[in-house]
């Protein structure tokens, strides 16, 4: 069997093994070691676990991912997510599918400090979903709306998944983020055009609340003042150039667990808990990054990536062909694995070929507007059927809607979700404004 054969046949036995549940990073690392092994023998695999386990782990680079996670958790534990609800809902409870949009408010503010898509989804859901239903809202419009909310976690940076691309692709952590901002904010604001959509049409689906005074709400935006300051701090110390990633994080870090103790009343036993949930979740992540490096060179060996790059050079369709196409491929990935999972398995092949294809903008430009494309495209298989992780997540929280409810409800917010794509896809200025505009 050539070497080409066998790198075909390995990505092709990874996609059954995680068929069968196999946890990712077990799936890459086994076969990327038996796929090296055959290709390369023993000796040069071992010669090559001796570097690379420490090459990756001793990364500076990776060391804000725990940074992040653990930040993620102090804000939960400082219960920074139902003020920022609160004083979304204060401002647009309002009007008809008001608490929705105050749920999605919610959600963006709470990814500025999280990170993870499910944290949010499942944060945003115990914290939302008992005004949502104490206003009569349907229930397809009020998981859907939580559903697709959640998603903003992984696009507005700081974003873990956006970290993991940047380490695959050797980008920079801090232009992607830059990248992401003004996207994300764009998600936040379709998804709230689609609830005023769906109210539109069904008055009765998102009844309007009450009206608060205006020292309610100023008394709201004071209780959301440390999320701003941390944001502000965090994000603004990055793209002023004064902090780095890594920093960034320590500080953000840092200030979410005075917040903690200060504001959530956080004890000896909180800090304990978040420790430990970082450190199981840095654990995993470390793991799957391993196999995915031992999987990727696997690949390299096999040639496998470059065969697929001369195979799309040779066949003259035109890039943007290319693209849709992975675009399609991601999404029917999404039905069935999770965002992080499907940034590993397909960067080392998809990204050769996009580098090696005319899209007309050089090689720093185009790892931003795919990494984002990408990254939305990921975003979108968390609420797209039959699977839909985010959906699984709220739906678990709200119990008495049916399944099918909200993936009746998620249907508004993956219309708003292809408009994005396909202006991003067309409109590459989108992603590469801001990162310019910084730059000078």
């Known amino acids: 069997m050539s070497d080409l054969a066998i790198g075909l046949t390995g990505f092709v036995a990874l996609l059954l093994v995680l068929a069968v549940r196999v946890p990712i990073g077990v799936g890459m690392l086994a076969i990327g070691l038996l796929g090296y092994w055959s290709i390369a023998g023993t000796t040069a695999l071992l010669g090559y676990l001796k570097t690379e386990m420490y090459w990756r782990y001793s990364s500076f680079d990776l060391s804000v991912v725990p940074m ?24 647009v409870g309002h009007f008809r599918g008001g608490t929705a949009m105050a749920a999605i408010g919610g959600c963006a503010g709470f990814g500025t400090i999280s990170g993870s898509s499910l944290a949010t989804a499942a944060m945003m859901g115990q914290v939302a979903l008992p005004e949502l239903r104490r206003y009569h809202y349907k229930g397809s419009l009020a998981t859907g709306a939580l559903a697709a909310g959640g998603t903003l976690g992984i696009l507005i940076p700081p974003s873990i998944v ?4 940047a380490l695959m ?37 998102g009844p309007a609340g009450p009206r608060t005074t205006g020292a309610e709400k100023w008394a709201a935006l004071l209780d959301i003042w440390p999320v701003l300051a941390i944001f502000l701090v965090v994000m603004g110390g990055m793209y002023g150039g004064y902090f780095t990633p890594t920093e960034a994080a320590g500080v953000g870090t840092v200030c979410t667990f ?7 009343g956080m004890r000896l036993d909180g800090i304990i808990e978040t420790l430990l949930a970082t450190a199981m979740t840095t654990g995993m992540i470390c793991l799957i990054l391993l196999g995915a490096d031992v999987f990727n060179a696997f690949l390299g060996f096999s040639r496998l990536p470059v065969a697929a790059v001369e195979f799309f050079e040779g066949t003259g369709l035109p890039p943007m062909t ?19 999972s499907m940034i ?51 739906n678990s929280i709200a119990r008495d809607v049916p399944m099918i409810d909200t993936y009746r409800g998620v249907v508004p917010f993956l219309v708003t979700d292809a408009i994005r794509v396909a202006c991003i896809v067309m409109f590459p200025a989108i992603v590469l404004f801001l990162p310019k505009l910084l730059a000078g």
């Open 322 to 340: 290319v693209l849709l196409g992975m675009i399609a491929l991601y999404i029917v990935l999404g039905c069935v694995m999770d965002s992080l």
């Open 68 to 91: 992040f996670i653990m930040m993620g958790h102090f804000a939960e534990k400082a219960g920074l997510s139902q003020a920022l609800f609160r004083a979304a809902n204060v401002f």
């Open 344 to 394: 590993l398995l397909t960067s080392p092949v998809f990204w050769p070929i996009i580098s090696g294809l005319d899209f007309g903008m050089n090689a720093d430009d185009l790892r931003l507007w795919f990494g984002v494309i990408t990254l939305i495209v990921v975003e979108v298989g968390l609420i797209t059927p039959p699977v839909g992780l985010n959906v699984f997540v709220i």
């Open 162 to 165: 956006l970290i993991i691309f």
């Open 258 to 264: 005075l917040v903690a103790v200060t504001r959530g």
């Open 169 to 205: 692709v050797e980008g920079n952590i801090v232009t992607l983020f830059q990248a992401a901002f003004v996207p994300g904010i764009l998600a936040a604001l379709g998804y709230m055009l689609a609830i005023a959509v769906v109210v539109r049409i069904d008055p009765l689906a």
